[in-house]
């Protein structure tokens, strides 16, 4: 089955302090793995992907994730958090659409962090 | 560049009206699909295209019709609304034919229907 996974409705964290939003994955073979963001009342936005390669992925806004395949896991990661990263985030995996070879993205539910000043 | 953009922004409809979500990207992607964000539900993919002339259905086709007669342009279109169609809808556009890879989403339509 595919599948994503976000546990956590909700994540509190003080301004400055590091962020871990979690994500799970289930999908067959090589995972393509991304995370947007979604500010208020906007579109969603890329953060990153992992396609292949380095298990930790640089993204925009100071942003990183951490691919552990034995643990098909993907969380992001900010070392320092900012007010302005109050959001909503998204994880997602490349699958596919019904038993055709057209794919799709799965998206997980997502996590909407609150970072206080 | 503009990117991806939509019209309306919002949208109040009666049920049974008919209407077209429009959307339009300067990127030359192949790649074009139209998803709607429901409270708990996520996003979820109505339908796609891989290039003009080519559209298919994604997981929640029912009540809505779509075409791609050029790269740039790709809108949904509600045949008869009805209120489980209140929702916000995104329209996303990527590079790869074979896609989706990273996705440029507009900034939404807010659709109520009553």
């Known amino acids: 089955a595919q599948s994503v996974a976000q546990p956590e409705d909700q994540v509190n964290v003080a301004e400055g302090n590091p962020l871990t939003v979690k994500c799970t994955y289930s999908v067959s073979g090589n995972p393509y793995l991304f995370w947007y963001v979604q500010y208020p009342n906007r579109g969603l936005q890329f953060l990153l992907k992992y396609i292949t390669g380095d298990n930790l992925v640089k993204g925009s806004y100071g942003f990183e994730a951490e691919f552990n395949k034995s643990q098909t896991s993907f969380h992001l990661k900010k070392p320092s958090a900012l007010v302005s990263d109050s959001a909503l985030y998204f994880c997602?995996?490349?699958?596919?659409?019904?038993?055709?070879?057209?794919?799709?993205?799965?998206w997980g539910l997502g996590t909407s962090l609150a970072v206080n000043p | 560049n503009a990117g991806v953009t939509q019209t309306p922004k919002f949208q109040v409809l009666k049920t049974g009206q008919s209407m077209t979500l429009q959307c339009a990207q300067d990127?030359?992607?192949?790649?074009m699909s139209w998803y709607r964000q429901d409270p708990g539900m996520g996003l979820r993919l109505i339908h796609y295209s891989v290039g003009a002339g080519i559209t298919d259905q994604g997981e929640v086709p029912n009540g809505y019709n779509v075409s791609r007669s050029t790269t740039e342009d790709f809108p949904l279109r509600l045949l008869s609304a009805a209120p489980s169609q209140t929702s916000v809808y995104f329209c996303?556009?990527?590079?790869?034919?074979?896609?989706?890879?990273?996705?440029?989403f507009g900034p939404g339509t807010r659709l109520t229907v009553l």
């Open positions: 997602a995996v490349r699958g596919f659409l019904n038993a055709g070879n057209n794919r799709k993205l799965i």
């Open positions: 990127m030359n992607h192949e790649y």
């Open positions: 996303a556009s990527s590079p790869p034919a074979g896609g989706p890879d990273t996705q440029y």
